[in-house]
């Protein structure tokens, strides 16, 4: 697999992460916008005070942004339709954890990088509803840089009083989707745990 179109999937966590932070007080009777916002200016004003200490050491940023990842994701359903109902049947839990965890480490090595280089972004609530038990957000995200803002839609889905991402669209490209179509051919040609394996070799543990 190329890892060059891992790293492209795994960005369009990046405005994802810089809007939500921490998203483990999201209630239902707060409006989510307000959330996002909130989170964010948490975030941004982190990567502004530290911004050059995690230039000088990136693995600083690590702990900090694996804060922010692991209450807001679903990780089981995001390794189950990426790897396939019928891999992740055929897969041990000792397995899927590791997927699991490799993936969230593999997250947060390339959305530690991007966040400091792209730490002055702004973003503009376009809408927010709910439907059925989900929240859809529609935001703008600009990164600056010369760069085109893009619009990306958060679907979140409260579990046990716990909201987390169930999918995110960047300007039409599906999140998992993208993962699935990076990670998925590998792991039908050399199997789950030689993926695993490569994916904890590249792991933010590795670098220290």
């Known amino acids: 697999m190329n890892i060059f179109s891992l790293n492209k999937a795994i960005l369009i966590f990046l405005p994802f992460l810089i809007l939500l932070g921490n998203i483990s007080s999201f209630a239902e009777d707060l409006p989510p916008e307000k959330v996002i916002l909130s989170a964010a200016n948490d975030l941004f004003l982190d990567v502004e005070k530290n911004k050059s200490l995690y230039e000088e050491d ?4 690590y702990e900090r942004v694996d804060n922010i990842l692991t209450p807001i994701v679903d ?7 990426i790897i396939g109902k019928k891999n992740y049947q055929n897969t041990s839990e000792d397995l899927k954890n590791r997927f699991k965890i ?3 480490n593999q997250l947060i090595r390339i959305y530690a990088k991007t966040i400091v280089e792209y730490s002055n972004s702004k973003i503009t609530i376009i809408s927010s509803t709910k439907n059925k038990g989900f929240y859809i957000v529609k935001t703008e995200l600009s990164i600056g840089q010369g760069k085109p803002p893009f619009q990306v839609i958060y679907v979140m889905k409260n579990s046990s009083n716990s909201w987390k991402i169930v999918e995110v669209v960047a300007n039409g490209l599906r999140l998992v989707k993208s993962l699935r179509k990076s990670l998925l051919p590998e792991i039908e040609e050399k199997g789950i745990e030689a993926v695993i394996n490569r994916l904890e070799t590249d792991s933010p543990e590795s670098e220290s």
């Open 58 to 61: 990136i693995t600083a940023f």
């Open 75 to 81: 990780f089981e359903v995001l390794i189950k339709s």
């Open 102 to 104: 490799a993936l969230k």
